[in-house]
């Protein structure tokens, strides 16, 4: 292949924008300009399309457009569910596990600092699987011993390791002890299904960049029969007085086109995406001594399709893989998507137990623009660079 061009395999970080998905956007930063609050006929034309495409998350979502608000992302999503949630229901007590997002991680932390909630984290497998038994017994040592209400913060699928979270398990078990229960979705949103009307969640949410979608722009499902939060941001009636602040028409209109792309198109991207996973790892298992995969991510049929994080042999090559994977234009990542760039080593990774932290790792993340030419040569390159220094 031609590898002067550069080959991205960092798709759980950001993704290309889909073409669609622009044509969509464009006419709302042009020619229809309006602020969506304002009641004159440039105004009605934008709410017109917020409005519509709220209902259409709504509809890929089987649920009422009533739940859907719309924020600047994920982030802003989780913070949402979590801080609102404790201060409307007076909670004092939340549980989520050490290989979460930052977004959810950090924030709980810090509420367990200053001591508005106690914090416990539930016990997790050599391979990041959370260990539902010991969930069951801190949702009822807490019940027990008078601590109120829980809030729950497990994700969906990693980002790092690709592990799975089974929704429907979680749900119940939150349902049997009226905890309410947030998942960060960013990373399954637009890659599976989620129905909302028979999943037992109170809170999911989602970020356009991660399904083709433009950035800076995402949303909060929030359950209007379970539970009824204040804002997190004031500042004005948006979002039905939920999240104050003018709204960011074009995002949201390219975020609602591409979740709609995602599900029209999700079982040939599902397939496609599969098929490039499956062959690295046949590959790198058939040219690589000791190869191992991190997490659930070596497992097609019971991980993320989209993750493979990868943990090679201890070598001096360790600290410069990436640069050097980036010298010979190969984009990827060694630990979470919103840090890439960092030197920090990954906090889900140090999590689990009996990892050396000798070996070297690298996460690619796959998506639909992808090739197997692509992966041939990521793969060629990887091995190169352990045989050069193994030599």
Do not use: W
């Not at 519509?52 to 989780?78: M, Q, Y």
């Not at 690709?162 to 949103?189: K, P, W």
């Amino acid at each position: 292949m031609n590898t002067s061009a550069a080959i991205y395999l960092d798709n759980a970080a950001t993704t290309r924008l889909d073409p669609e998905v622009l044509e969509a956007m464009l006419p709302l930063m042009t020619e229809n300009f309006g602020n969506p609050s304002s009641i004159h006929s440039h105004g009605r034309k934008v709410r017109t399309a917020i409005e519509k495409a709220r209902k259409t998350v709504a509809s890929l979502l089987n649920t009422s457009p009533a739940e859907i608000f719309f924020t600047s992302g994920g982030t802003e999503a989780d913070n949402t569910a979590i801080r609102s949630s404790i201060d409307t229901y007076r909670l004092t007590h939340a549980i989520t596990s050490p290989l979460e997002h930052h977004a959810v991680l950090h924030t709980l932390e810090h509420l367990h600092k200053v001591g508005t909630i106690k914090l416990d984290l539930v016990r997790i497998d050599e391979k990041g699987r959370i260990d539902l038994t010991h969930l069951d017994e801190l949702l009822k040592t807490n019940q027990k011993t008078g601590g109120g209400r829980s809030l729950v913060s497990l994700m969906h699928g990693n980002n790092e390791i690709a592990n799975l979270l089974n929704l429907q398990q979680v749900g119940d078990l939150c349902r049997e002890y009226n905890a309410i229960f947030h998942s960060d979705t960013v990373q399954t949103m637009g890659h599976f299904r989620h129905d909302l009307q028979n999943l037992p969640v109170d809170f999911i949410v989602g970020a356009g960049h991660k399904f083709h979608g433009p950035k800076g722009v995402g949303f909060l499902y929030a359950n209007a029969e379970r539970v009824k939060i204040e804002p997190f941001i004031y500042g004005g009636a948006q979002e039905r007085n939920m999240r104050g602040g003018t709204e960011n028409v074009y995002g949201i209109v390219g975020l609602a086109k591409a979740l709609e792309i995602a599900y029209r198109e999700m079982d040939a991207h599902r397939e496609h995406i599969t098929s490039l996973k499956r062959r690295m790892i046949d590959q790198l298992t058939e040219k690589m001594p000791d190869v191992r995969f991190n997490g659930n991510s070596g497992d097609i049929d019971n991980s993320l399709y989209t993750v493979l994080n990868v943990s090679l042999p201890a070598s001096e090559l360790s600290d410069m893989l990436l640069f050097n994977l980036d010298i010979a234009g190969i984009s990827a990542s060694g630990g979470s998507a919103c840090s890439s760039g960092s030197e920090i080593g990954s906090h889900v990774l140090g999590a689990l137990p009996g990892q050396n932290p000798e070996r070297g790792y690298v996460r690619f993340s796959f998506g639909k623009y992808n090739t197997t030419a692509e992966i041939d040569f990521a793969v060629e390159t990887l091995v190169g660079l352990y045989q050069k220094e193994l030599i």
